[in-house]
């Protein structure tokens, strides 16, 4: 194969940067050392916060493909890059809860980290300019956003996702209350689990102290991001390395 390069910058999001290569199937994504909250409106830069995800999504999409859940993670090619296939992405964010949190929490007014028995599954309409609206699935076909036979493909490999990533967080210590994933259409048209598992798209709580070890230290200001994604990074280091 002839030798990557690093082509056009397609597209600026909040926490990555995606640019095309010489490959059109590989796309190659630089994670940013910056932190949003409120869809954007706040924004601030974050030691390091680029490199930890690279790692730690690196690390994690390594960890499913190793246990037969593919995804579009290729590569980690340096701290803050991984090469990933690309995908038409599908505007949807797959949200899974184990335990209330977030806006299943407000929204219920159900007492924090209640456990649910079964997983509850959410989709969200990817969209900055309406705030990522709550969509169900007869919304998503009105819309015309999925046919029904790839939202099942969704549900069916979040709800794989989840168990795996139970079984990595709990290893860690740590409970895993929710999560958030993005799919995308491969040109076969196959749904592939694509964008980044990290600690910006997952709730994580220590098992012992309770304390969040997510984004959540930023949303609410209650603590440092970056020493709080090293000690996920740690764990999870800890963890994949005795695994192999
Ligand atoms: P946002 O768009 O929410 O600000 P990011 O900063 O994470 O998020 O930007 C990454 C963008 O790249 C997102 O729009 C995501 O849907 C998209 N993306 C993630 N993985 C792939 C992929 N494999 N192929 C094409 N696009 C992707
Ligand atoms: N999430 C995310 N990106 C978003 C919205 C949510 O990664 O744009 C993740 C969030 O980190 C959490 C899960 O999805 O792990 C559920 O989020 P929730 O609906 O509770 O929204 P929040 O109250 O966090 O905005």
Known sequence: ????????????GKAKEMYATNDPEILWVEYLDQA?????????AVTEKGLLNNRIASLIFTDLKQHGIENHFI????????????????PLETVVRNAASGSFERKFA??????????VLEFFYKSDQLDDPFINESQVAALDVASAAVVAE???QALL???????IF???GIQLVDF??????????????????SPDSCRLVDQQTQASLDKDVFRKNTGDLTTVYQEVLQRLTAVEGSQA
């Open 180 to 197: 958030k994933l993005e799919f995308g259409l491969t040109d076969q048209g196959k749904v592939l689990l694509a964008d980044e598992i």
């Open 161 to 167: 996702v989840n168990t795996r990533l139970q079984a």
């Open 154 to 156: 969704m549900k069916r």
């Open 1 to 12: 194969m002839a030798e990557l390069v690093k082509g056009a910058l397609l597209y600026t």
């Open 110 to 119: 159900v007492p924090h980290l209640t456990k649910f028995a079964t997983p």
């Open 170 to 172: 709990k290893a860690m």
């Open 75 to 90: 590569e980690q090619l340096s701290d803050r890059v991984q090469l990933v296939r690309r995908v038409q992405m599908i």
């Open 36 to 44: 949003t909250a409120l869809n954007g409106k706040r924004k601030v």
